[in-house]
Structure formats: structure tokens, C-alpha cells
């Protein structure tokens, strides 16, 4: 008798999502992996080139690899693009911190999902983890946005976030890079902005333009937190209550009304940082800056960062130590 091949592994796509529910993760799909389309490739070549992407010079150093999930994980056949909600039910009341920065650093919180994840499907494949493939949360040289655009996750939005239908823009993105092919893989949703133009109306410096390119040098996000020099000129004018980071063209979209909050407690902020007032972020100190912000993505922008953004909110006013 002929020996039988045994079939070859491949992922199922329902078990992948069944298991990513489980490991607490509010949305997955499923895209073969390969070289980023041509389109895509063309756009962020003219992005780079235009200079939009202010000093954060490893985008232009790493375009190659962000170009093609294979040359990160060699032997990538799939990519499974996840998505968690980091909506937050309450806010501090004297400045406003973008939602994602609440709580504790979700590249931490991620992180252990994204492991846990990767060793179950490995379990179920016969294969060790590293051998499985990688998992990245804004920790490596992957285009996010464009595989959760491919994995059918949602849409580009024009204010440069992915959307999920019905659920908003309000969450991380993580992908596993996996060497296993999948049986399904899922399709781009269609684009849900239709004539809106409400995040463009909302940026207060101007930052997107219609082809829902982003300008980070003009993007709060980008001035606030990466940027290490002083706020140009004009900043501190369009910041508002902004402290750190800025949600205005998320808070503007439609398709936030209905986002609901975390289920994640990790995301949560701390009773300190919610009773934080205009006096006391003015007097903030070097050590009030640890302990309040102690393993949160807001060590990002280190102390100075925060004083500067501090300063320039408060000005010359009375509130200032
Ligand atoms: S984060 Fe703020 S500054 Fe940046 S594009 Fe959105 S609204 Fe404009
Ligand atoms: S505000 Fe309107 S145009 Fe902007 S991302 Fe949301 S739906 Fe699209």
C-alpha cells in the first residue's frame, strides 16, 4: 500500500478567531501575507519623500522590511491582524491625554496577549512557537493599518485611523506574522467615510488632507510626544487642553459614537491621574512623573517632553509653581 502525505498544517481561520476572542482580543482577520501592494508602496515612497514623516527616521530606515511581512519573519504565509479596545469610561478633568496613554504601556498589555495567542496556535499545530512565527504591537517594522485594512478588520479612514465598522477606531492594533497558510482568508470591508469630512474640520493644525494623508510634522500626536525640540511656533495655541497627544479627529468621527468602553483594566487610569489639577500638573516634579506615570506609554515623551507640553499649556498664567 502507498503511504498517504500527511496533509499539510495549515491555520484554521474560525479556530484563529475563536482563540484571539478568548485571549480578549475585540476583533481578527486573516490576510496571506506577501509584498505590500504597489499602491501602497507608491504612497508611502512619496510620504517618506515629502518629508512627512517629521524625524521619525526608522519609518524611512525600515521602509524595506514594512514593505514585505516576509523579510521579518522569513517563511510568513499569513498575517493575523488584531485589534483591542482601549476606549476609556472616565477622564481626567484639567488636561486632556490621548485615550490610548491612560493606562498601563499597552505594548506590555499587548504583549502578553499577542504570546499567549501564538503559543496556543502553535500547540495546536505541533510546532514551537518561535518556529509558528512573531507577534508585533507597534513594536516592529510591520504596516499595521494596511494589513488590518487587507484582513478585512475596517477601513482607512481619512483621518488615517482604521475604523471597524459599528465599533470605531479606538483600539491597538497587533498582528501575529505566522509561516502556516490559512484556510480562509478574509476581504477589505468597503470604506465607510463616504462625503463626511469631520476629522479634517475637528484638526486644529491643519495636519490631514483628503487623501487621508497625515502630516505628522503638523499632528499634536507627533509634536507632543516624539518630538524632542521645542513646540514650533503656533503649537501651544492649538493644543487647547491637549497635554499629551490629541484624539480630536477620533473624537469627531461618526463611527465613535458607538464605541463602547475597555473591558481591559490594564487600560484604566489611576485615581492620581484622574485627580491630577491644573496646579498639580504645574508643579510636577521629575519624581511625581514616575510614580504617576510608572509603566505607562507616557514615558514615551520622559519628563522634559511632559514639562514643555506643561509649559506651553500653561503659559505665563498664575497657575504655574
Ligand atoms: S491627532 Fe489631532 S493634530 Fe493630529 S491629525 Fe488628529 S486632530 Fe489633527
Ligand atoms: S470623521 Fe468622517 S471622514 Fe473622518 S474618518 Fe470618520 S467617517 Fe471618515
Known sequence: ?????PPSPFLSASAVKDAARRHGF????????????????????RWLAEGRCGAMDYLRRHAGLRADPCRVVPGARTVVSLA????????????????????????????VRLRALLAELAEGAGMPPETLGRGFCDTGPVDE???????????WGRNAQLIIPGCGSYFFLAELI????????????????????????????????????????????????ENRGPLPPGTAAAMGRCLYGCDRCQQACPHNRRAVPTRVADFRPSSDFLAMTPQAWACLTPDDYRRLFR??????????????????????GDARC
Open 178 to 225: 505566522v509561516t502556516l497558510p490559512a484556510d480562509v482568508y478574509d476581504r477589505p470591508v468597503a470604506n465607510g467615510c463616504g462625503a463626511c469630512r469631520a476629522c479634517l474640520t475637528a484638526c486644529p493644525t491643519g495636519a490631514l488632507s483628503p487623501d487621508a494623508g497625515l502630516d505628522a510634522r503638523r499632528c499634536l500626536s507627533y509634536l507632543t510626544i
Open 26 to 45: 475585540d476583533a481578527c482577520g486573516l490576510a496571506e501575507a506577501g509584498p505590500v501592494s504597489p499602491g501602497r508602496q507608491a504612497d508611502v515612497a
Open 145 to 155: 493599518r494596511y494589513w488590518a485594512v487587507v484582513a478585512g478588520l475596517g477601513w
Open 1 to 5: 500500500m502507498t503511504p498517504v502525505a
Open 295 to 316: 509603566g505607562s506609554a507616557v514615558k514615551r515623551a520622559k519628563y522634559e517632553g511632559l514639562r514643555r507640553n506643561i509649559d506651553a499649556l500653561l503659559g505665563d
Open 84 to 111: 483591542l479596545n482601549y476606549y476609556p469610561e472616565c477622564h481626567p478633568e484639567a488636561f486632556d491625554f490621548a485615550y490610548y496613554a491612560y493606562g498601563r504601556d499597552y505594548h506590555d498589555v499587548v504583549r
